[in-house]
């Protein structure tokens, strides 16, 4: 079970992006996660008529490390790690202050 999982609202920590908040869309399993409209590159692209693609600059979502990232508190309006619970006889993703992170 992951502490962090795609569609969490995320506030990144450190990097260029720091402090701005996103959804995570996808999780790597070599510990990255890709987080919409965070992290973004630009990539020169060729038109290519055969698919009907344009050519010209688009951004690039590139993946950040998943240390660098906290998961978002609605309470608090901060970013707060997450820890496991067992309630109920499930395990349960908590914020470390002690509320649960799936209502």
Request: hydrophobic share 35%.
């Amino acid at each position: 079970m992951n502490k962090i999982r795609k569609g969490d609202e995320v506030i990144v920590r450190t990097g260029k992006d720091k402090g701005r908040r996103g959804v995570v869309v996808q999780v790597f399993a070599d510990g990255r996660v890709e987080v919409e409209g965070i992290n973004l590159a630009k990539k020169h692209v060729k038109p290519n008529p055969n698919i009907g693609e344009q050519g010209g600059i688009k951004d690039h979502r590139m993946p950040l490390d998943i240390s660098n990232v906290l998961v978002f508190n609605p309470k608090t309006k901060k970013g707060e790690r997450v820890g496991f619970r067992v309630e109920n006889g499930k395990k349960v993703r908590v914020f470390q202050s002690g509320d649960v992170v799936d209502i």
